[in-house]
């Protein structure tokens, strides 16, 4: 069977036949349907998947380019699951939400998105070095796209930047993926942790590795280009970067950098721990301070994302597998979160502090929703932030006591910004009287949120659930003792 | 019922969860009787499984399998011992009285669904609190109260100073919980497991100076929740909410959650005796701490308020002499008499059109009998009148105290702590009567609102008798005699439990006894004079020392101190960093790409489009990096 191929082509097929559209609601249509089948192939894998194996599973390979051992090869594991089901299910609901908001070459955008899904779908899914760069590089230009064509004012200096910071990262990992071929005569990922990289190549490979995906993650210092991407990106565009593009860095840190370069990860470990942990306070106090409600979220996803680097560095599995969580979880309530932000600015024009506050009374629906999700995202026990982080922190004590506690701070002034977010913007009096007529959320919206917030419940209640799909083939990873 | 305790918080829950669903657009009145009815079926359960029999050794019940991963596993289970059944009693009893009364006290309130959506939630988490087997769940189950309690301080949000009160009190209370968690990480490292059992009982191979650590840790998350200096700034502000939020999760439950997770902890405590002089020690200045406060407030709420502080205060003074029984004791007759004055202060509040100050209340007497009377108790039983509820517990409780100052293993401290509880006592019986007669004796101070007020609707009074008779009753029901009254032989089957030394000398006790009594009533007596009679007038006795009267009426100033202090310099840090981002951090990134836009200018006349740009570099990129490797290998 081809189940993982259908999940990854299907988009991309998608995107062809919404170019073929004469229409704007029939291009919706066409994209729903192909982001559709990828859902469902999707749910009968994860229904089909081996909690217990250790290895990969599906693993479906093909020559490609016979010559140098390049395949098109893929499997899906523990590490990847959540992943392309994160992918799967924020898909469509951006393809729904854009219906509403997308009013300028909406064929485009939607094709655009279906490439990015394919894209996304093949970083998490390929195991095969060279494909994985493919859709590495794949996933850059729809992306470059959607902020450059669909965003705000300041589109092309926001786009430029992200394009240029996540190029500069990628090129060197292309080296760093040769240089490992000429070391271990292989592309192939599923055989590569057996053929130990030399001790000396392991540093220069670190490296470029991690400039790569410390750049997506966003790890701090490289984290600049996140806030100006978010801010001008549509709001679809907004979801996916948050809830998807930013996990391909966490992925890649567990797929290839802990496997691959153990010692050099353990001589990096004290390094990669800090700027962990200067991400969790220094988003947060930024965060704190903003006036955009948009940029707030972007903040604190630097915050949020902090707190799965810090679980992949802290040689714990309990720290990895909190991490994975952490990225499921930060997918769903910021996806859900950059959502709820573009509601109120499609009803208002504005996500300035200053001009919001009292929405509450005008909308109530919408003050229940995003509460639910501010909630979820200060890490609120029983919903989906809270298992990760906690598991997190339990591996950064087991690593050094100062990790753990500095990365707490962060936990409180999560609740600080979150809490003062809602209160300005829902609670106290309406400012503007024009927003006392506006509309609560409509159907489309509501049913778009609902599966996201049974998610993230279902995550919170149960998180072992989800950890048991994970753990075993996180326990594969080598940590050095 | 040993077999089914999932019973007692599904009943909240499903109340909760059809009250969510359909209770804003189908069901709304009827949400306060179906929420209600939860509450009572959560009681109903309680009240079987006490029947049924609970002991120190019936087995944790294991709900599921929180999570499993390498060396963290975790298991969601139940522990069934007295103090679970006797913290469930009054959890569910005293929760049920209070919906039944907000079925009235709300009746006109246009978020009616709303209001009876988050109360059985809360009740399901705090009941879940006082169930959880282990230290993890006791966390998640202990910030949801807490989120719960946010959403019902807030309950009117388009007040600015509801929203900010909710705020408050969950952001408080995350700085107890920060400290909470670390200890309850360091437990997981240190004894590989984060059940009561597993830890209790391996508390004494490990070393006193890591228990300490320890048990001060999880102290920090019982300060925060119980409100106990510096931590209590939160609680006199979550008066914003509406009373029966106030008397339920603010005075009776949540609150009391500090108190219950020291008790559970004991064997953790007990080990240290610096970790008990620490929760005896800030017990003793918070309960006299807020006593002085309460003297100055003229919020009718606020007053009660920092009675409810001063009084958790008492409790973690019994805790730290080691008095455990005691400290529950007092925590369920608390519960009683505090509700009560809490709903007996709403039902003045309803009768005078949700005005609060005192000033403008007198003699309200005449106008609300059964309001006054049931006030009245509360207040005898909460000065610790003979024979009310709170002289038993309260008397108990500084005894235990004095005789930890005396004992041979005890610490001079204690007396000192006593002395404090003493005075905490004095002023308590002041406060209370201040507040007593500024609110039903005398002239009325404004007569539109005294023409217009009235008594409350049955269903907000007759919560207020049952409560009442609770308040009379209930200390001489379960905890006479002293020492071995029904709630102490109950609890005594707690393992550890520590029996205070000197409690078998009658003549010391009842010695006690007549001091605390007599401090009382010299409070009472007091107040009668400053207030009734006013000889001296209250407007003599502030101005005896005004700078006294003045730090008293701002509260010591400590909202102002964390204001400007913590707050004030969390946000400045926050703009230093935010501009450090701008202009450095990516100040950096800006000059490295004019650089590079610079120089490649050249380039750029070469190629024409971005894509074949990207293309060529990639392709260039690839070339001279494996020529470097071929070469340099």
């Not at chain 2, 108190?259 to 929760?279: D, G």
């Not at chain 2, 309200?364 to 309001?371: F, S, V, Y």
């Not at chain 2, 100033?557 to 964390?562: A, C, F, N, P, S």
Request: aromatic share 14%; proline share 4%; with cysteine.
């Amino acid at each position: 069977m081809a189940e993982l191929s259908i999940i990854i082509w299907a988009p991309l097929i998608g995107a062809v036949l919404v170019l073929l559209t004469r229409s704007r609601s029939s291009a919706t249509a066409v994209a729903m349907v192909a982001s559709l089948v990828t859902l469902a192939a999707t749910v009968a894998v994860i229904a089909g998947f081996d909690r217990d194996a250790f290895g990969y599973q599906l693993v479906e390979a093909h020559d490609w380019l016979p010559a140098i051992g390049v395949q098109y090869k893929v499997g899906i594991d523990g590490i990847s699951v959540l992943m392309v089901l994160l992918t799967a299910l924020l898909t469509p609901i951006v393809i729904a939400t854009s219906w509403l908001t997308i009013n300028k070459r909406v064929k485009e955008y939607m094709a655009a998105m279906l490439v990015l899904e394919t894209g996304m779908l093949g970083v998490f899914l390929a195991l095969d070095l060279v494909l994985f760069y493919v859709f590495w590089e794949l996933v850059l230009i729809p992306m470059y796209l959607i902020i450059g064509v669909w965003g705000g004012p300041n589109r092309v200096y926001s786009t430029v930047k992200f394009f240029l910071f996540t190029f500069i990262g990628s090129v060197l990992m292309l080296v760093a993926i040769l240089a490992i071929y000429f070391n271990t005569q292989t592309f192939d990922v599923q055989v590569l942790p057996d053929r130990a990289l030399a001790e000396s190549l392991q540093g220069w490979v670190f490296v470029a590795f991690f400039l790569a995906f410390a750049i997506k993650v966003p790890m701090f210092p490289f984290h600049t280009w996140l806030p100006d991407a978010h801010v001008e990106a549509p709001t679809g565009g907004s979801v996916i970067l948050a809830g998807v593009l930013l996990k391909m860095g966490g992925y890649g840190f567990i797929r290839y950098v802990l496997p691959l370069t153990p010692n050099a990860v353990d001589d990096a470990r004290i390094w990669m721990m800090a700027l962990s942990v200067i991400a969790i306070i220094y988003g947060a106090l930024v965060a704190m301070m903003q006036r955009d409600l948009k940029k707030l979220i972007a903040y604190s996803s630097v915050s949020h994302m902090g707190f799965v680097t810090l679980g992949i560095f802290s040689q714990e599995q309990v720290g990895v597998d909190g991490a994975i969580i952490q990225m499921f979880s930060h997918g769903l309530v910021t996806g859900a979160l950059f959502l709820c932000v573009g509601i109120i600015y499609e009803r208002t024009h504005t996500r300035m502090f200053s001009d919001l506050g009292g929405m509450a009374r005008t909308m109530p629906v919408y003050a229940v929703v995003l509460a639910f999700f501010s909630l979820a995202s200060l890490g609120l026990p029983m919903l989906s932030g809270f298992a990760g982080e906690f598991m997190v922190l339990v591996a950064a004590f087991g690593w050094q006591y100062w990790s753990g506690v500095l990365a707490l701070t962060g936990v409180v002034l999560a609740a600080a910004y979150m809490l003062w977010m809602y209160q300005r913007v829902m609670l106290g009096q309406v400012k503007n009287v024009a927003f006392l007529r506006l509309p609560d959320m409509n159907r489309i919206e509501v049913m778009a949120l609902a599966p996201v917030a049974a998610l993230v419940v279902f995550v919170g209640v149960s998180p072992g659930t989800f950890v048991d799909f994970i753990t075993k083939s996180t326990a594969r990873i080598p940590f050095i003792y | 019922m040993t077999d089914f305790p999932w019973l007692i918080p599904l009943f909240p829950l499903v109340a909760f969860a059809i009250n969510g669903a359909f209770g804003p657009r189908y069901l709304k009145k009827a949400t306060g009787v179906i929420g209600s009815a939860g509450i009572l079926g959560a009681f109903a359960a309680t009240v079987a499984l006490w029947i049924g029999g609970v002991h120190s050794d019936t087995p944790d019940f294991t709900l599921y399998r929180w999570v499993s991963s390498g060396s963290f596993s975790i298991d969601i289970g139940f522990v069934l011992d007295p103090l679970t059944v006797v913290m469930l009693l009054v959890v569910t009893g005293v929760s049920f009285l209070v919906h039944v009364y907000s079925i009235g006290y709300m009746a006109h309130d246009e978020s009616f669904a709303r209001f009876f959506t988050w109360l059985p939630l809360f009740v399901f988490a705090m009941i879940m609190l006082v169930l959880s087997n282990n230290f993890l769940s006791l966390y998640v189950f202990w910030e949801l109260v807490g989120v719960c309690s946010y959403l019902l301080i807030g309950f009117w949000h388009q007040r600015k100073s509801a929203a900010d009160a909710a705020v408050k009190a969950f952001l408080v209370n995350r700085i107890g919980d920060f400290g909470f968690a670390i200890g309850i990480i360091l437990i997981f490292w240190n004894f590989g497991s984060l059940n009561y059992g597993d830890v209790f009982a391996s508390v004494s191979d490990k070393s006193p100076d890591l228990m300490l650590l320890i048990a001060l840790l999880l102290f920090i998350g019982a300060v925060g929740k119980s409100a106990q200096f510096p931590l209590h700034i939160w609680l006199p502000d979550a008066m914003e909410g509406p009373t029966p939020v106030s008397a339920l999760i603010h005075a009776a439950t949540m609150v009391t959650a500090g108190v219950y997770m020291v008790a559970r902890m004991r064997p953790i405590f007990e080990v240290s005796n610096e970790a008990l002089l620490v929760v005896g020690g800030i017990g003793a200045f918070t309960a006299l701490f807020a006593a002085s406060i309460g003297l100055a407030q003229t919020d009718i709420k606020r007053v009660l308020a920092y009675s409810t502080v001063s009084q958790l205060g008492l409790m973690f003074l019994a805790l730290g002499a080691g008095a455990y029984t005691v400290a529950i004791f007092h925590l369920a007759t608390h519960a009683f008499f505090k509700a009560l004055l809490f709903l007996g202060s709403g039902s003045v509040i309803h009768a005078m059109q949700n005005q609060q100050e005192m000033s403008e209340y007198g003699g309200l007497w005449r106008r609300m009998k059964w309001t006054y009377f049931t006030f009245l108790l509360g207040g005898l039983a909460l000065s610790g009148v003979f024979p009310l509820a709170g002289f038993w517990s309260k008397d108990e409780l500084l005894a235990s105290a004095f005789f930890k100052g005396v004992a041979s293993d005890g610490s001079w401290a204690f007396t000192v702590f006593w002395i404090m509880g003493l005075l905490a006592s004095l002023l308590t019986a002041v406060y209370t009567f201040r507040m007593i007669i500024l609110t039903f004796h005398g002239k009325p101070r404004n007569a539109e609102l005294h023409s217009h007020s009235h008594e409350s609707p049955i269903s907000m009074v007759a919560p207020l008798v049952v409560l009442a008779a609770g308040a009379v009753a209930l200390g001489g029901a379960v905890g006479f005699p002293p020492e071995h009254g029904f709630i102490h032989d109950y609890l005594y089957k707690v393992p550890g439990v520590f029996h205070f030394a000197g409690a078998g000398e009658i003549t010391a006790v009842i010695s006690l006894a007549i001091i605390s009594t007599a401090v009382a009533a010299f409070g009472i007596v007091a107040a009668y004079a400053v207030y009734s009679r006013r000889q001296p007038s209250p407007e003599a006795v502030a101005a005896l020392s005004p700078r006294v009267y003045g730090l008293l009426y701002r509260k010591y100033y400590v909202d102002e101190i964390v204001n400007y202090g913590i707050v004030g310099v969390t946000k400045g840090i926050g703009l230093i960093l935010w501009a450090i981002d701008a202009k450095i951090v990516d100040g950096i990134v800006n000059l490295i790409g004019w650089t590079v836009r610079a120089t490649s200018s050249l380039t750029r006349r070469v190629q024409t489009g971005q894509v074949q740009n990207y293309l060529f570099l990639i392709a260039a990129g690839a070339v001279v990096s494996v020529g470097a490797f071929v070469i340099f290998r």
